[in-house]
């Protein structure tokens, strides 16, 4: 595996490679739920490349930037382990610099649920993204649907743009109680963790609700905003697959979404029916 950390050096040597290339971004702090996307990409194409990058940009300010779970050298064992080709180390001034060019996300889709709590997150994750698949040109990109709403304006990103790659996305992986995998579960206490797991409890309610015919969107989320408690709830969001707020959930064409806070966490999880 070979550890690069200057963009212009990957591109380069990434337009020397013959085949295709997978790409799994991410920030680092590998779990599981990496170790899938990264599998994927392996079956699926002939060079596979990792990106480690925490983005500034994405953070607002007074957020984790600073203290959000840096791991490099259990990373690199990782990636090696999974068979990685290429792992992207840049750091920030490589990736930006001074009054540069960046993207804005969607007005509407991109400042709701999640783009309403961190207004402007959003943009800062295109940028970044856009950069990253500039460098890499990859045949295809993975990313998880726990981050569905990201998942989506990056979809959006790449046909308004018109650009050559396949996103790819992969189902959520979970801890043994259901929990979502994420690198900010390592903030939680136990008894924090423990009251997380309302938020997978909630998401089983509403798929048994919707199992035994109730469709209505408001009744969904009033039982699900009552299981949720302790946790803080930002938002419990009911949307089609165009990320459009529904009534009536319609199966096979919608996504339930829930955000929340345990102890200073932010948490998300969500379910598509
Ligand atoms: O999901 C993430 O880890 C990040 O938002 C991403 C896509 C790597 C961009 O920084």
């Known amino acids: 595996m070979r550890v690069v950390h200057s963009p212009l050096a990957l591109q380069k040597l990434l337009k020397e490679e013959q085949g295709s290339i997978g790409f ?111 460098i ?12 569905a709403q990201q998942l989506m304006l990056i979809e959006t990103m790449v046909a308004n743009l018109f650009m050559n790659v396949e996103i790819v996305p992969m189902d959520t992986v979970r801890e043994k109680e259901g929990l979502a995998m994420s690198s900010r579960n390592a903030y939680l206490s136990e008894q924090e963790r423990t009251e997380s797991l309302n938020i997978i409890k909630s998401l089983h309610i509403a798929t048994q609700l919707v199992m035994k015919g109730e469709l209505s969107a408001s009744q969904i989320k009033d039982e699900m ?4 408690e302790p946790l803080e709830v930002e938002y419990v969001t009911i949307v089609n697959r165009s990320f459009e707020p529904i009534e009536v959930v319609e199966i ?22």
């Open 136 to 147: 890499v040109t990859p045949t295809r990109a993975y990313f998880g649907k726990k981050d």
């Open 24 to 134: 799994v971004p991410t920030m680092g702090a590998l779990h599981l739920g990496h170790r899938t996307l990264i599998d994927a990409a392996k079956k699926a194409n002939d060079i596979v490349v990792v990106s480690i990058f925490v983005n500034p940009t994405q953070f607002l300010e007074g957020e984790d930037l600073d203290a959000y779970p840096r791991k490099e050298e259990a990373d690199k064992k990782v990636c090696e382990l999974s068979g990685v080709d290429y792992l992207f180390y840049p750091d920030a001034a490589s990736m930006y610099g001074n009054d540069e060019v960046s993207l804005n996300a969607p007005n509407v889709r991109g400042y709701i649920m999640e783009g309403s709590s961190r207004p402007g997150h959003f943009s800062g994750v295109l940028t970044v993204v856009n950069k990253l698949l500039n």
């Open 225 to 228: 905003i009552g299981i949720l």
């Open 252 to 273: 096979g064409n919608t996504i339930i979404l829930v955000e929340a806070i345990s102890g200073t966490t932010r948490l998300l999880d969500n379910i598509w029916i």
